[in-house]
């Protein structure tokens, strides 16, 4: 033991920590939140009733919580060795076992939730969770990276309205909006970390891009969702579409500058054009029926 590396070792065996946190921490807790705060208010403004919308959200939880465990318990020896101490696992304070323990039983519990909504409904969002935890296991490093997120997102409007009496499909501009949310969440969240990904072998779409790419590319499939949400409902644009397509822009812009030569800086702008998005998907709810 003595010729190990102590942060090699807290990835094996949890190392001193506060499991309880650590499990917390590790689930990604604030995309967790958001994507499961996302779709049940979706739910809520496409008329889905109360049971409806707890059961969309609890089974979106559980698909999230699976999501953010397997890629902490896959990545806890990457991570570890890019010397990210500030993940749980790779600082210690959970032990990869359990964390994979809590993703397994979270995608167990993802299955009857899934599919109290109806199996279309089920089987669409269980596909979508499949599909991260296949970038988990492999497709992050391959140039299909995106693809996993596109579908992810992408299935999130067919989920809340299958659950819908008459299980209606939902708009094409919903899912084709939804998936491009998820390609730029995909580049905003890789962009701060490509140098490490590219340090221990990971080599997806962003990372054979560059980071000076990426900063270019990131608000691309973001503002292209925003103009499907104005424009895709049809009739003409009201004054409050115009605008988040004015505020969407601005935004992306500003990450743009030469001035925001940080990484974060690109990112931060990207997650609020996102939350433009994210609130002309939810203003729309009740027209996401195709």
């Avoid at 009739?235 to 115009?242: D, T």
């Amino acid at each position: 033991m003595t010729d190990r590396d102590p942060a090699a070792a807290a990835v094996v065996h949890g190392g001193p920590g506060r499991p309880a946190v650590g499990l917390v921490l590790a689930c990604h807790p604030g995309p967790t939140v958001a994507v499961t705060a996302l779709v049940t208010a979706l739910a809520v403004a496409a008329g889905r009733d109360a049971a409806g919308c707890v059961l969309a959200g609890a089974a979106v939880l559980a698909g999230q919580l699976s999501i953010g465990w397997c890629n902490d318990a896959i990545d806890a020896g990457r991570d570890a060795a890019a010397g990210r101490t500030g993940k749980p696992v790779a600082g210690g304070m959970v032990s990869a076992r359990a964390v994979r323990i809590a993703a397994l039983v979270a995608l167990a519990c993802c299955v009857p939730l899934s599919l109290a909504s109806g199996w279309r409904a089920g089987a669409l969002h269980l596909a979508g969770v499949l599909a991260a935890w296949g970038y988990d296991f492999g497709l992050k490093a391959t140039l299909l990276s995106w693809a996993p997120y596109a579908m992810g997102f992408g299935v999130l409007p067919a989920f809340v309205t299958l659950g819908l009496p008459g299980e209606p499909w939902p708009a094409w501009w919903a899912v084709l909006a939804a998936a491009l949310l998820g390609v730029g969440a995909h580049l905003a969240n890789v962009l701060p970390d490509i140098a490490g990904d590219l340090d221990t072998g990971v080599r997806g779409w962003p990372q054979r891009m560059g980071a000076s790419r990426v900063r270019l590319v990131v608000p691309v499939p973001l503002l292209a969702a925003t103009c499907l949400l104005v424009l895709g409902p049809g009739g003409a644009p009201g004054v409050a579409g115009w605008l988040a397509v004015a505020a969407a822009s601005v935004l992306a812009a500003t990450g743009l500058l030469p001035a925001a030569r940080s990484s974060r800086v690109p990112f931060v702008t990207a997650v609020a054009v996102a939350a433009v998005d994210v609130i002309l998907l939810i203003a729309g709810g009740a027209s996401l029926t195709a």
